[in-house]
């Protein structure tokens, strides 16, 4: 089975890339599927037939969709227009920037992965709203649908891991001395994840045409025109609005801490379901096969956390449940939960080992020893 026919099984053939369009890592192989991936799938459509629910469309998707951008918009009107002092200022940047973070974890991402409706042009819509907060949704799907879901982990074919020089995150990347402190230092340079997006990854990977290894299919006619109209909506809500009524100064520090907290979030949150002691990062292989089958790659990758924290599951859009959403990213992640207990049983039937850390502080200590493990000589 080859990359490309992967993202066909997992229901992603709405943002793959034309035939051709990726570099080498697309020719490498899984091994065919051992009737693991099979099994899940069956249990998985067992579940939708007895509970008469839709994969897809989740009634408590839409009303979280409504609240996440209430919450949005209340933070940014009353950080711009209602707040009088310091801390009142301060709340509001932080509450800002929690829900840029609720947008990219429970709506955009379920959107973009077309998981969110059955309706193309509902997913189509909704996953703009990652434009709107200054990212692009066409990079996006390339670098998350694509490459990070295909080759979660991978040294060299996943550029999620790839933090060089900063962060040596898998064994096959090269240790720097300046690595024995990452388990310090990281946690500050996360808060620079969204300003890096904002200002820079984006145009670089639109003027390089490429993610990484991996070449980038240009966006032309209307998603050029998304490309870089979003950009100029971005920063006129985020910086020239607000410049009409306060010092530069200020909106700069408000922006400052606002995509620092959205930053921070949205890589501890990545960090902790692949990053961690947990996870396997397999070898790259030398040849063109990975060594195992697709599903059973994406199980060994990736790990559960704080599955039986709800109000964390309803912030996260089940990115908590990461490797359910790796076994099934085109179903909405309102089932999570539930297709968990399927995961676990048929990884348990078929000797396929299944990881959860039950706590928060569990996992982020997990993702801490993995940073000094990486870091050690
Ligand atoms: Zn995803």
């Given at each position: 089975m ?18 051709g ?6 020719r490498?192989?899984f ?5 693991f ?11 939708f037939a ?6 897809k ?9 409504a ?23 301060g ?22 992965h077309?998981?969110?409706s059955k ?5 189509g819509?909704?996953?703009f ?10 990079i996006?799907r390339y670098?998350h649908?694509?490459?990070h ?14 933090l ?5 995150l ?8 300046l690595?024995?402190?990452q388990?310090y ?9 969204a300003?890096?997006?904002?200002f ?37 809500w ?6 009409f ?13 606002a ?5 921070t979030?949205l ?12 996870a396997?990062?397999?070898a790259p ?34 990115l908590?449940?990461?490797v ?12 999570y939960p ?9 990884c ?13 502080s ?5 993702h801490?020893?993995?940073l ?6």
């Amino acid at each position: 089975m080859t990359a490309t026919a992967t993202l066909r099984v997992t229901g992603d053939e709405g943002a793959a890339p034309p035939a051709g369009a990726l570099a080498s890592p697309e020719r490498l192989k899984f091994e065919p599927d051992s009737g693991f991936y099979a099994q899940l799938k069956d249990e998985a459509d067992a579940y939708f037939a007895r509970t008469g629910l839709s994969p897809k469309d989740a009634p408590a998707l839409y009303r979280k969709t409504a609240i996440i951008f209430a919450w949005f918009l209340s933070s940014y009107l009353y950080l711009v227009f209602g707040a009088n002092t310091w801390w009142q200022a301060g709340l509001a940047a932080v509450s800002l920037g929690l829900s840029v973070s609720g947008i990219g974890f429970a709506i955009q991402h379920d959107a973009n992965h077309h998981a969110y409706s059955k309706q193309r042009w509902v997913n189509g819509l909704l996953g703009f709203s990652l434009d709107v907060v200054g990212g692009s949704s066409y990079i996006w799907r390339y670098k998350h649908n694509v490459f990070h879901h295909t080759f979660p982990n991978l040294a060299g074919a996943d550029d999620d891991i790839d933090l060089r020089p900063f962060a040596r995150l898998a064994p096959a990347q090269p240790r720097r001395s300046l690595h024995r402190f990452q388990q310090y230092y990281m946690w500050a340079l996360y808060g620079f994840l969204a300003p890096k997006w904002h200002f820079v990854d984006d145009y670089k990977n639109l003027i390089n045409g490429r993610i990484g290894p991996h070449r980038l299919p240009r966006p032309r006619g209307a998603a050029m025109v998304a490309f870089f109209g979003f950009k100029l909506f971005f920063m006129t809500w985020a910086f020239v609005v607000p410049m009409f009524f306060h010092p530069w100064w200020m909106v700069l520090g408000g922006y400052a801490l606002a995509a620092g907290v959205t930053g921070t979030s949205l890589a501890i949150v990545f960090q902790l379901a692949h990053c961690v002691d947990g996870a396997d990062f397999p070898a790259p292989p030398e040849g063109q096969s990975i060594g195992m089958p697709f599903a059973e790659h994406q199980v060994r990758t990736s790990v559960d956390f704080a599955d039986g924290n709800r109000l964390l599951t309803w912030y996260l859009g089940g990115l908590n449940y990461q490797v359910v959403h790796h076994l099934f990213p085109h179903v909405c992640h309102a089932h999570y939960p539930a297709l968990a207990k399927v995961v676990a049983k048929v990884c348990e039937e078929r000797g396929v080992r299944y990881r959860h850390e039950p706590t928060l502080s569990g996992a982020l200590a997990a993702h801490f020893r993995w940073l000094r493990q990486m870091g050690e000589a």
